[in-house]
């Protein structure tokens, strides 16, 4: 089984609210990943979670809060987003840190208004 | 830094014909290589990856990629198509040990396959 799953499939929000993006896996895999992808583009990473510490931001602007409360569940916290952050939030993990395979989950697609 | 560039937007192929997506790698160190597929409004699934050893790897569906150092190529192929593998492909490197724990992917900017009927 490679299942990853991601809640909501999708999310309407306002620029003032907060809400949560949830993604879980069952595999035992120890690393999780947090990509965006725009519409027509590949998805680009965000962060990098490896054995619950984040190991990798890649510059993201602080109203996306990711947290990873144990080895199964990633969660990344919106707050204050803008109309630019409506993107397809694709949540992956991997067996280990050593370039094994990403699965995927079927993402959240996020529209901010 | 790592980077994978996919020349096409587009390849169209006529269903049972034989289908290549192409994909170049540019990289410091061995190439951690990946093909995945997208299909709409979906996530990515996995069909393939080099790491070591054998230049032609099988994946997925019945596709295959053959690796080739010395064209720095990775070319996803498929003996005959169906229609149902049209969708949006994904060549992807292993980003390089920066963040002492795993590494994210870059990826390609994506090839849409048409298989036409």
């Known amino acids: 089984d490679t299942e990853v799953t991601q809640t909501p499939k999708h999310l309407v929000m306002g620029m003032t609210n907060k809400k949560s993006l949830k993604c879980e896996q069952h595999m035992g895999h120890r690393a999780m990943y947090w990509y965006k992808q725009k519409a027509k583009k590949p998805p680009e990473l965000m962060f990098v979670y490896s054995y619950e510490k984040l190991s990798i931001n890649e510059s993201v602007p602080s109203r996306f809060s990711p947290e990873c409360p144990n080895s199964s569940l990633l969660n990344l916290h919106l707050h204050a987003l803008q109309p630019e952050d409506s993107a397809l939030y694709l949540c992956?993990?991997?067996?280990?840190?050593?370039?094994?395979?990403?699965?995927f989950g079927p993402g959240t697609r996020l529209l901010v208004l | 830094a790592q980077s994978v560039a996919q020349p096409e937007d587009q390849v169209n192929v006529a269903e049972g014909n034989p289908l290549t997506v192409k994909c170049t790698y540019s990289v410091s160190g061995n190439p951690y290589l990946f093909w995945y597929v997208q299909y709409p409004n979906r996530g990515l699934q996995f069909l393939l990856k080099y790491i070591t050893g054998d230049n032609l790897v099988k994946g997925s569906y019945g596709f295959e990629a053959e690796f080739n150092k010395s064209q720095t190529s990775f070319h996803l192929k498929k003996p005959s198509a169906l229609v149902s593998d049209s969708a949006l492909y994904f060549c992807?490197?292993?980003?390089?040990?920066?963040?002492?724990?795993?590494?994210?992917?870059?990826f390609g900017k994506g090839t849409h396959l048409i298989i036409q009927p």
């Open positions: 992807a490197v292993r980003d390089l040990g920066r963040g002492g724990g795993a590494d994210g992917l870059t």
């Open positions: 992956a993990s991997s067996q280990g840190t050593g370039g094994e395979t990403q699965y």
